[in-house]
């Protein structure tokens, strides 16, 4: 099999949903380290568009934009486990999930670098964003994707556990258990899938270097 | 051809909703379609397949790819397919960006800008996708219909800033269900104006 990389960063989001989607379809890769501060030339090689990590390289060839990558996972490795529905119509609507939760959980990284007036817009944001999927995403279902995790998951999944530290490192308080019943079973029952388990970072680490990076950001604001 | 009853629920002027009517008609699917109302609050297009509702114009483009599969919108191969995606993806973050701005149109280096990194993308090659007419041309031909008035309100032409562009254009424009479907610039240019006009913009 060709090789496969996976550019990018320690502690970012999506670079973990392209984690996840690997390590579950057993797919061996080699990490790269990326420094944003002074980004390489075979990063702006592989992504001139955007200059951005994730990006996945395999065989060479680069592919950019972390859901594009998952659904190129998903394709190239269609077996065990599939991640995504097997009908044309459930597609679509697990399409519609991921670009809302590219659109919508932007939200959540604006949160962590706002402050005064913007701070609580972004806020307002997040929270519309998780009320609709509470009330119409994941319906009865265990996961998004129904019985098994599927990239949906991997979408929200990024997006939810880190939430939980960016609130922590903000000093607000947004993803109560009690609003968002359904969400918070999905959490639990999404960190309990074994592969996920095993590489989700510590929040308690997480929250130190995030504490950092905010206090720095507010200083510069 | 015919698998089931296929509604779209439409708006003219609307880019998305042409995005869908060229899928449809470069697959020979029949369909009815309703207008919508642009001011009346719902949002378009929705497609309705066998009473079940899709909405958000990229994906209803790949679901009518998927259901109906020949000729093929999307490559058959991974890594391409992913080149479309996100180019497809490029294209309407840009268009987030610039056009909910309410008509008011963007400046114009920006909008150069954007449409020589198209230009990049399509290389030498006739469509985004190679020699055929594929995913990504029908997701960025409808916009090309505002560029008149883009050009008018920005006193330039695309003909003249980006030619590899205009020429991916003109070559869209010789399909039948292109030329068919697209609403003739001047229309929209009026329609530009009359949005400018109720929003208040100079």
Known sequence: ?221 | MSKGEVVLLDCWASPFCLRAKIALAEKGVEYEARAENLFGGKKVPVLLHDGKPLCESTIIVNYIDETWPSPPLLPSCAFERAKARFWSDFIDKKYATYGKARARSPAKNEFIEILKQLEGALGEKDFFGGDSFGFVDVIAIPLTCWFYAVEEFGGFKVENECPKFSAWMNKCMQRETVARILPDPEKVYEFVIMLRNMFGIE
């Open chain 1, 1 to 221: 099999m060709a090789e496969v990389k996976l550019h990018g960063t320690l502690l970012s989001p999506f670079v973990y949903r392209v984690i996840w989607a690997l390590k579950l379809k057993g797919v061996p890769y080699e990490f790269v380290s990326e420094d944003l501060s002074n980004k390489s030339a075979l990063l702006l090689k592989y992504n001139p568009v955007h200059k951005k990590i994730p990006v996945l390289v395999h065989g060479g060839k680069p592919v950019c934009e972390s859901m594009v990558i998952l659904q190129y996972i998903e394709e190239t490795w269609p077996q065990n486990p599939s991640l995504m529905p097997n009908n044309p119509y459930d597609r679509a609507h697990a399409r519609f999930w991921i670009k809302f939760a590219e659109d919508k959980g932007v939200a959540v990284w604006k949160m962590f670098r706002s402050t005064g007036q913007e701070l609580q817009n972004t806020m307002k944001e997040a929270l519309e964003m998780l009320q609709t999927v509470e009330e119409h995403g994941l319906g009865e279902k265990k996961f998004f994707n129904g019985d098994n995790i599927g990239l949906v998951d991997l979408a929200f999944g990024s997006i939810v556990y880190w939430l939980q530290v960016i609130e922590d490192a903000v000093g607000v308080k947004l993803f109560e258990s009690h609003k968002f019943p359904r969400l918070h079973a999905w959490l639990e029952n999404f960190k309990q899938v074994p592969i996920i388990e095993e590489n989700l970072p510590n929040q308690d680490e997480m929250l130190v270097v995030f504490k950092r990076r905010r206090e720095q950001l507010v200083a510069s604001a």
